[in-house]
T-cell receptor, first 114, second 113 residues
Framework: EAQVTQNPRYLITVTGKKLTVTCSQN?????MSWYRQDPGLGLRQIYY???????DKGDVPEGYKVSRKEKRNFPLILESPSPNQTSLYFC?????????????FGEGSRLTVL | AQSVTQPDIHITVSEGASLELRCNYS??????LFWYVQSPGQGLQLLLK??????LVQGIKGFEAEFKRSQSSFNLRKPSVHWSDAAEYFC???????????FGEGTQLTVNP
């Protein structure tokens, strides 16, 4: 089954404790992206990747890191989480054909930073 | 840079009634346009897309959207809403030469029995 898998789905952590949210897709997509969803703000892009070893900042990259060492994986790293990073995070992927908008989304990871 | 506005934060309709969700975009040329739906506790699912050609596009679940260049709009419609359509709907825009997708703030749809 074609899917984007995120882990963990739910996480409560404390300020400053490094964490990684993993994302994996099995569709051989070139493009992968991370979004955060906050009430009233829609989805805002954090980072995206056009292919292996190619990453770029989205609209709200501060406080986050990513890497793309393999095509299928695109982990999101919070080196020193802060309470303003409490949010719902989505990973998404697509082919780069006629644009990157036909995204397949994971089910989301709800992060709470205390 | 492109931007998207969904003027209605929350819409309530009765089951069986027609639906129109508004979306306005800002972009210098004709962008690629999308509508996504998010059911409670789920990720987003693509409903339909517009790249070029016919300005009325059909999507899944009986939805359609019409691109109007003169109004910079891409409104989503459905003739008869079902209770299962209750969800949050997001319009999104992408530059034709770009690699980033920008989402609107979302419209929450409530369906009354």
């Amino acid at each position: 089954e074609a899917q984007v898998t995120q882990n963990p789905r739910y996480l409560i952590t404390v300020t400053g404790k490094k964490l990684t949210v993993t994302c994996s897709q099995n569709m051989n997509h070139e493009y992968m992206s991370w979004y955060r969803q906050d009430p009233g703000l829609g989805l805002r892009q954090i980072y995206y990747s056009m292919n292996v070893e190619v990453t770029d900042k989205g609209d709200v990259p501060e406080g986050y890191k990513v890497s793309r060492k393999e095509k299928r994986n695109f982990p999101l790293i919070l080196e020193s989480p802060s309470p303003n990073q409490t949010s719902l995070y989505f990973c998404a992927s697509s082919f780069i054909g006629q644009g990157v908008g036909e995204l397949f989304f994971g089910e989301g990871s709800r992060l709470t930073v205390l | 840079a492109q931007s998207v506005t969904q003027p209605d934060i929350h819409i309530t309709v009765s089951e069986g009634a027609s639906l129109e969700l508004r979306c306005n975009y800002s972009y210098g040329a004709t962008p690629y346009l999308f509508w996504y739906v998010q059911s409670p506790g789920q990720g987003l699912q693509l409903l339909l897309k517009y790249f070029s050609g016919d300005t009325l596009v059909q999507g899944i679940k009986g939805f359609e959207a019409e691109f109007k260049r003169s109004q910079s709009s891409f409104n989503l419609r459905k003739p008869s809403v079902h209770w299962s359509d209750a969800a949050e709907y997001f319009c999104a825009v992408q530059e034709t030469s770009g690699s980033r997708l920008t989402f609107g703030e979302g419209t929450q749809l409530t369906v009354n029995p």
